[in-house]
Structure formats: C-alpha cells, structure tokens
C-alpha cells in the first residue's frame, strides 16, 4: 500500500488554546466507542476525523501519534464502508478524508444502518428457524431451545423498528408507558438454570448464527471475541466460565475479562452459585441481551451530559476571545450536536426502560 506524502500548506487542526476542548471530545467519543466494543484505533481516527471534518494522514498522525502505515491502512478500511470519503487536493498527490453526509446527519445514519439489518437478519434467522423444526422433528438436543432464542430475537427486532426511529424524530403524542405497553410484549420465560448441550447438527447451526451476527451492521466493528461470547449467551442463555473456555478456546484470563464487562453493562447475571463456588451465569431472553446491550451504551453516553454543558457555558463565557480562532466554531458546534442528541435518546431510554420492566 502506497502511503501519500502531504504537501498540504493550509492545515485543518485547530488553534492550541482550543486544545483542552478537543481532548474532552476525544474522550468522550472514545469512551462511546469502548462502550460499543468498537476497534480503539479505528475510533480514535474516527473521532478526529469527526471534530475536524477533514484531514490528511500528516495530520491524523500528528493527532493520534499513530504510524503513517497503521493510519493508511485502517483510512483504507474506512473508506470502504461508506461511511468516510476520500478526496484529492487539487494539483497535489494529497488526500484527505471526511466523513460523508452531514454532522446532524450521522444518527440518523446510524440508526438506518441498524433498520436497513433487521429485515435480512430476520429472514435468516426464519430460516434457521426452519432447520431447527426438522431437527426438533428428530429429538436433536437444544433444537427446541434455540428455536425458541430465535423467537425471541425475532420479537426484539420488531421493538427497535418502533424505538429507533422515535429517536429520530423526537416527537410523540403518546406517553412512554402507553407506547411500551401498546406495541412492545417481551417474552419472558421462567426456566431452571442447567446447562444447556447441544448435538452436533444444532451446534452447526448455532456457530452459522453467530457468524452471520458478528458481520451483521450491528456488530461488524466491535471487538470480535467480546461480541463472540456475548453470543453464546444469546444462543444458550445459561453458561460458566469453564463452558465458554471449552467452546470458545480462549484463556481463563480472557474469558474473565469479557465476562465481567458483560455483567458490569448488566447484560448477564449470575443466575446460580453451587455449594462449590461454580458460578453459572445467565442471559434472560435473547433479545433483552441486545436492548440492555442499546440501554447501557446510550447511558455511557449521556453521563457525560454535565461535562458538555459545563463546556458549552466556557464557549459561550469566553466567546469573544476564542471565535477568532480556527477549531472554535466546529468545537461549538459539535458540542450542541452531542447535546442534543443525549436529548433526543432520552426517550428511547425511558420507552426501554419501560419494555425492560415488562
């Protein structure tokens, strides 16, 4: 891979008084990121990209500190998705990258994105459905209950179809607790807590499942072993440490790891402890994963609402010395962005909140 070299004279970063204010939205956008399980270079390029609009790989690397190697090849990845474009300056062999669309514009996509899924999943995961009732048919262990985690998965896709565009559009006549109990019923089952085994026949499906989750717009940019295990829950619902190191081949230490993010984001819970100590831990419905999964990113997000305001007060105060330089009309700017959008999620939140208490 080529990398560019960058004769570029008129820089995009941003005056050095205005320093303090980027680093504060690097780390939020970065702390988002971490909460998504989101590739930490990938964010971090991202999130630069982001607050500058646009930028060459000179001045990505001065940012981030990354190599000229690593920036090109991940800007390269990027661009790919649709998400980000490139353009050459005018009588130059210089590139730079932005995102594609508008600021106001990137929840809107984002949440498209995750609609635009749900429809082909939904269609595989009938699919799958049906190949789980011939093996139902043939008494093959798990058959019945990974039917029933497709049911579930199924029933959830329909609830984000009517939240995510509430956030969008920001407006409803109704209140939450008369949408969540017009449109939204969770399944939820009373089981035993036991270990659930499956044949091989079923064990095919379930690993095709995950793998067609794990490139799904949903989770194709998370941290691959994180979204690994947290679909074994999705598919079995009860599982020890020791199980999931036997199916997933990682280490003890890893495994441990994984896990205690997974019940610090209150997606699992330790469902039985044995008189030996063995912990099992447990999933709910397998949908419930996927919207507690939504409810504790956007909580991540809006625990940083004090910090934007206090910014937005230090803007506006010192207005007069600050608007002259370069960087302070886009900080600005993007700080009401991410104001308003902590704003717009408030509703998502209370409407799940209400489908989660059931």
Known sequence: MTIEEDTETNSHLFSDKLRKYEDNLVELLLDI???KHVNPKISTISSYLLIHEKLSQKELKELTGFSMGLISTFLSVMTGTGVFQKERIPHTHTFTYSFTGKLEDLTTKGIEIALSSFDPLGTYLKNKKEELI?????????AQHLSRRIDELLETFEIYKILFPLVVKNSTNETTEEIASKYFKLTKREEEVKKISFDPEVYLVEED??????????????DPMFIRILGYFITRKYLTQKTIQKITGLSVGKISEEVNLLLENGLVEKSEISPKGKITYGAESAG???????RSVINRFAKWNDMLKKMRVE????KNNLEIL????RIYKINEFLIDSISNYKIFIDTLDKVLEG
Request: net charge positive; glycine share 4%; aromatic share 8%.
């Open 134 to 142: 011939k093996l139902i048919e043939q008494s093959k262990k798990g």
């Open 33 to 35: 990121a971490k909460s």
């Open 288 to 294: 419930m994963i996927l919207l507690k999964f939504s």
């Open 315 to 318: 803007l506006e105060d010192n």
């Open 326 to 329: 370069n960087g302070y009309t």
């Open 209 to 222: 499942m995950l793998n067609q989750l794990a490139v799904s717009p949903m989770f194709s940019s998370r």
